[in-house]
């Protein structure tokens, strides 16, 4: 198993978001496809990770949300604090395109839900 790691960062203040991009993987391998936090930017304090709900599930692998525990992105004056975090992990199975979508539910208002999605190339392990 070859895992790989691509992350989306949101952190309260300067949310960062972009829709996930085409990601190529081997059968078998699993993948971190993005990772969300939040951080109260007024006093750097770590909330509970965004609600993250897979909304359309993948057919030819499989899909999961991981809670576990990291660090904050490495800029800014919250730089490297630890934090809840919430993965969209992918597991690939089968060689083919797939595509799957989340939605992610932050405590901040102004932030509110975003909605994402990632294809995944899968190609035969050797």
């Known amino acids: 198993m070859r895992p790989q790691f691509y992350s989306v960062l949101a952190v309260i203040g300067m949310a960062l978001s972009a829709p996930a991009l085409a990601q190529t ?3 078998g391998d699993v993948a971190v496809l993005a ?13 509970r990770a965004p ?10 692998g ?3 949300i991981l809670q ?10 919250c730089a490297y604090k630890a934090v809840p975090v919430a993965q969209v992990v992918y597991q690939a199975d089968q060689a083919g395109s797939d595509t799957l979508s989340w939605e992610v539910k932050y405590q901040n208002k102004t932030i509110g839900t975003r909605r994402y999605s990632a294809t995944v190339g899968v190609t035969p392990a050797p």
Request: glycine share 8%; aromatic share 6%; proline share 3%.
């Open 35 to 47: 990772s969300y936090y939040e951080i109260r930017g007024s006093d750097c304090l770590a909330l």
């Open 51 to 60: 609600r993250v709900a897979i909304t359309q599930m993948p057919t030819l």
């Open 62 to 64: 499989k899909a999961s």
């Open 25 to 27: 993987l081997k059968s």
């Open 68 to 77: 576990t525990r990291g660090q904050s992105n490495n800029s800014g004056r």
